[in-house]
């Protein structure tokens, strides 16, 4: 996968997502993130569950509205789109959702599921349609005597599989993939994985791959942007990532991952703590409360995310020397539980 050296397809600016909590306060889903992805790329999004990976995909989407910023779509805010501009990004922009099930129409048999976003753009008669229809289901390989079936007939892997003809069905840029193999087994999430990088490499498709299993975001992304409650505090590409990681939280995530080889020790860095509370929370940076780094001005003062190499930027005001200090956070993480 090759990186288009080109402007942006996608350019998220300050994007916030606050939902009003009655007699709470606000909860900061989304907190002021910026990114981009360049066609035919894949940026990998990770992070633990509730920091805010799926609102993201589903404001990139336009299923929620934005509280405040910017997503530019080749240089145009889809925000700001109305009317005919605001079906076309429906063409362009497309989602993968994470349970192959509840996505996809019971009642509906599998040919008029595909059909469905043909006839909703008023794509052709209906000839065309059923040809459309026909060299979906070849792209994807999905055998002409299933379309009579409905998705409960259908194992997980297939009906991700049709979950997918359906994003494809209308030529999008833009697929967002929200968790698509968490709910399906090894075997299965490699079929699919293997299809997804099949379709990026023969149409060119950029896609936002939201995951928590890092070994599978380092399979098929580009670069990977880490998420701690509702920010990205790491953002680069993906060798950068499981090579030279500065973030605290990221180091963490990394220590965590599986390996295969015996030979190679891994330092495990347990982290102490709950995640704080994302309802209204408090001045500095969300991850000091866990972090062994952490200084007094580090809970007053938010570190902004910051350039550290080429293309890789970080939100730690000691990212430099947070390598060195992961291995007496690992050391000390053994000792609490011996």
């Not at 505090?233 to 973030?247: G, K, L, N, P, S």
């Not at 930027?313 to 060195?324: D, G, I, N, T």
Request: include cysteine.
């Amino acid at each position: 996968m090759e990186k288009n050296q080109t402007r942006p397809l996608v350019e998220a600016k300050n994007l916030k997502m606050y939902f009003n909590i009655p007699h709470k306060g606000k909860l900061h889903a989304v907190d002021d993130v910026s990114f981009e992805i360049n066609p035919g790329e894949t940026l990998g999004l990770v992070g633990e569950s509730g920091c805010g990976k799926s609102t993201i995909g589903n404001v990139t989407m336009r299923l929620l509205t934005a509280t405040d910023g910017q997503l530019l779509f080749e240089g145009r805010d889809v925000f700001k789109a109305r009317g005919k501009a605001a079906k076309e990004y429906c063409k362009l922009m497309q989602i993968i959702f994470q349970d192959p099930y509840s996505s996809l129409n019971p009642r509906k048999s599998i040919a008029k599921i595909l059909r469905e976003p043909f006839e909703v753009q008023k794509s052709g008669g209906t000839r065309e349609i059923d040809r459309m229809v026909a060299e979906l289901c070849e792209k994807v390989d999905i055998a002409s005597n299933l379309l009579d079936h409905y998705p409960h007939e259908l194992d997980g892997g297939m009906r991700q599989v049709v979950g997918i003809a359906r994003a494809l069905s209308l030529n999008p840029k833009l697929i967002v993939c929200d968790e698509p193999v968490s709910s399906l087994d090894v075997s299965v999430q490699a079929k699919i994985i293997n299809l997804l990088m099949d379709i990026q490499k023969e149409y060119g498709i950029s896609y936002l791959f939201i995951s928590h299993d890092l070994s599978v975001v380092r399979h098929i992304s580009n670069r990977i942007a880490v998420m701690y409650l509702g920010q990205i505090v790491e953002i680069c590409d993906t060798d950068t990532m499981f090579e030279r990681a500065t973030h605290p939280y990221s180091l963490a995530l990394l220590s965590a991952v599986p390996q295969v080889s015996v030979d190679k020790k891994v330092s495990r860095i347990i982290l102490k703590g709950d995640v704080p509370s994302p309802m209204d929370p408090k001045p500095g940076c969300r991850f000091a409360p866990r972090c062994w780094m952490a200084q007094d001005h580090c809970f007053k003062d938010g570190p902004q995310l910051r350039e550290i190499g080429s293309g890789h930027r970080v939100a730690c005001h000691y990212a430099e020397c947070s390598r060195l200090k992961s291995k007496d956070a690992a050391t000390s993480s053994r000792m609490n539980r011996a």
